[in-house]
């Protein structure tokens, strides 16, 4: 099984955000920034890991909108 899934989030910092959370971009996850927007798309091969990288993802964001 293959899942994909696409955040966007709209931030007054976007490109802070997006840098802040640019070291998490690899094979299963790219982040970037569209119109003030911070847009991440994520994939996996379970539903399982989908819901880890996802949760992972929220918390790193959290924490970067704050640092922002």
Known sequence: MHVEAKIMSAHVHA????LAL?????????????????VAKISGGSLRSMIATVDDYLMNLSVSERLC
């Not at 490109?15 to 997006?18: L, P, R």
């Not at 640019?22 to 911070?38: I, K, W």
């Open 15 to 18: 490109d802070c955000v997006a």
């Open 22 to 38: 640019s070291p998490d971009n690899g094979e299963f996850m790219t982040v970037e920034v569209l119109g003030g927007r911070v």
